[in-house]
């Protein structure tokens, strides 16, 4: 497969009003889109998971190139994944592009990945930081690793605004499956302040849009808010 040959048929995939629609949503004006949307992103990730080698080769000028590399990046095997994660990682530039790469091979390999984890909440990095948190909420949310996401928690860096947003994603997971570990983070911070306010209230806001929390509990969840 040529790239001019995989290029064309991601063109003739394109709409041109969705491209404007989804470039606003990516709040990044460098970057620049076709225009595909993501179930026919991800259609050609499957159809081409078998040709990662050649797909990795192909340049990161347009975002659904990216997309395509790392969503069928998410079909290997775990030993294969190792070969390519970090490379991976180092693509992400928007959130759409992080959040389509969430390796199905990890949920079996939980503790194996979790030096990966370790790795990238470290990087001072946007979308690293952001990796790490959503690979926790997609396959950690769990008694077995609930230490492992409050000590992420504790140690990312929510100024970053997509680090932010999904630390407080990942909260308010927290609260919905695990409510009394979710309660007690926020009641912690209440006290200690090692999260700021805004990632702190958006967990709240969070779980609160969420149809599993009764009203009762919703009700006193905005009470802890600061």
Same mark, same amino acid.
């Given at each position: =497969? +040529?790239?001019? @040959? ?12 969705? %491209? ?49 590399? /790392?969503?069928? *990046? ?5 030993? @294969?994944?190792?070969?390519? !994660? ?5 693509? =992400? ?24 984890? @370790?790795?990238? !909440? ?7 930081q952001r990796f790490a948190l959503t690979t926790l909420l997609?396959?950690?949310? #769990? ?11 504790? %140690? ?9 947003? *999904?630390?407080?994603? /990942? !909260? *308010?997971?927290?609260? !919905? ?5 979710? @309660?007690?983070? +926020? ?7 090692? =999260? ?6 958006? *967990?709240?806001?969070?779980?609160? #849009? ?13 009470? +802890?808010?600061?």
């Amino acid at each position: =497969m +040529l790239y001019q @040959e995989f290029f064309d048929e991601l063109t003739a995939l394109s709409d041109a009003e969705y %491209r404007d629609f989804h470039k606003r949503l990516l709040k990044n004006d460098k970057i620049k889109v076709l225009g595909v949307r993501v179930p026919q992103l991800r259609k050609l990730a499957k159809k081409y998971k078998n040709s990662l080698q050649t797909l990795m080769g192909f340049p990161d000028e347009y975002y659904e190139v990216t997309f395509v590399k /790392l969503a069928a *990046a998410s079909y290997l095997g775990y030993s @294969e994944l190792l070969k390519y !994660i970090d490379k991976c990682v180092s693509l =992400m530039d928007n959130w759409a592009t992080c959040d389509c790469f969430a390796p199905v091979c990890v949920g079996s390999h939980k503790d194996e990945f979790l030096s990966y984890i @370790e790795k990238f !909440i470290s990087e001072d990095k946007e979308f690293y930081q952001r990796f790490a948190l959503t690979t926790l909420l997609h396959f950690y949310v #769990e008694e077995k690793y609930t230490h492992v996401i409050i000590s992420t928690l504790k %140690r990312a860096d929510t100024s970053y605004y997509y680090v932010h947003m *999904a630390a407080a994603w /990942l !909260i *308010a997971e927290l609260l !919905i499956k695990q409510y009394s570990v979710g @309660e007690a983070f +926020l009641k912690e911070n209440v006290a200690a302040g090692f =999260m700021d306010a805004k990632t702190h209230n958006k *967990a709240i806001q969070k779980a609160c #849009e969420s149809f599993r929390l009764s009203d009762g509990i919703k009700k006193y969840l905005k009470e +802890l808010k600061i």
